[in-house]
């Protein structure tokens, strides 16, 4: 019987590369077959890594009942599939805080707090003494370095670093921060994106003790391009929140040359965003400086309040 790897909705590069890299190692010391799969479309960035490192694009799996699994960058329930209780999960790597996802047998769990949970991956590898395809490697290296923001997030480690550094040079890559800004560049690009689509690119939903949360992300190069279209996507987080009875709509629109984040809010009570942040909002937004990551420097501050 197969088994399924793969990471949560709205799946970004760390998830999909994810799902490839662990596939291919547990296919090297393992009798079971194990195939690389999603939930969901990938990125403009996740493309990029793709067609740069010749990397096959994971096959769509939304239901997985009765099947075996290996999940990776979440343990949060709200992130898989609506039939993910009735699968039987085999394993877990990932770099986040623990959800409330459960298991009925013994499973094989990774969970580090590093930047990537492709950095847990390549643990993985180093663990078991499989050597990395030079394709994977630039993969794996490619995913980290957009997890931690070229070592600029607060969630980097030097185990992040060092992987990096390692993978670079199985995949032959010399001038690796200049390859992550060519894919940044390509992840910034927003003509013709819809308001849906620049918010859901990189969006989680959260169950903070009853109450749902979304959070979402854009990393960009420079982020005045959408100060036009602010109140467009304010608009769109509204209609968001109505569709999916949610509490609060979070957007962070993140520039990665400045180092800091522009917070939009819309919320049932903005004060718990305030708080949260011990700053006032304007307008429903707020510059947060230094904010980079959403696990580390807003998910623990936001929960709190609820």
């Known amino acids: 019987m197969s088994v399924y790897v793969f990471g949560h909705r709205n799946p970004d590069s760390d998830s999909i590369v994810g799902a490839i890299s662990i596939s291919y190692l547990k296919n090297q010391v393992e009798n079971e077959e194990y195939i690389p799969a999603r939930q969901g479309d990938i990125s403009a960035e996740t493309e990029f890594i793709l067609d740069k490192f010749d990397g096959k694009l994971p096959m769509l799996k939304t239901s997985v009942a009765g099947e075996k699994v290996f999940i990776v960058d979440s343990t949060d329930k709200i992130h898989f599939q609506d ?46 003494g499989v050597e990395i395809p030079k394709n994977i490697a630039g993969m794996m290296m490619m995913a980290i370095l957009s997890d931690t923001v070229i070592f600029k997030s607060p969630t980097c480690t030097k185990v992040d670093t060092k992987a990096v550094k390692e993978l670079a040079e199985i995949a032959g890559v010399e001038d690796y921060k200049k390859l992550a800004m ?31 949360v979304g959070v979402g992300q ?26 999916n009875g949610l509490h609060t709509v979070l957007i962070l629109l993140t520039d990665i040359m400045k180092e800091g984040s522009k917070l939009l809010v819309v ?32 998910i623990p501050f936001v929960q709190p309040q609820f």
């Open 182 to 212: 060519e894919m940044f560049i390509v992840k910034s690009a927003v003509d013709g994106a819809s308001a849906r689509d620049l918010n859901t690119r990189d969006y989680k939903e959260f169950n903070m003790n009853g109450t749902k």
């Open 83 to 128: 039939d993910i209780d009735e699968a039987t999960i085999l394993g877990i790597a990932d770099h986040h805080k623990l959800g409330d996802l459960t298991t009925d047998t013994p499973l094989e769990a990774w969970i580090r707090p590093i930047g990537c949970s492709n950095t847990v991956v390549y643990e993985m590898y180093k663990s078991y």
């Open 267 to 298: 919320s049932d009570d903005e004060s718990k965003i305030e708080a949260a942040f011990n700053t006032k909002l304007q307008d429903h937004k707020v510059w947060l400086d230094k904010v980079l990551s959403r696990k580390k420097q807003v």
């Open 218 to 243: 854009l990393e960009m190069v420079d982020i005045t391009v959408l100060e036009p279209r602010e109140e467009e996507l304010l608009e769109d987080m509204r209609k968001m929140k109505e569709e």
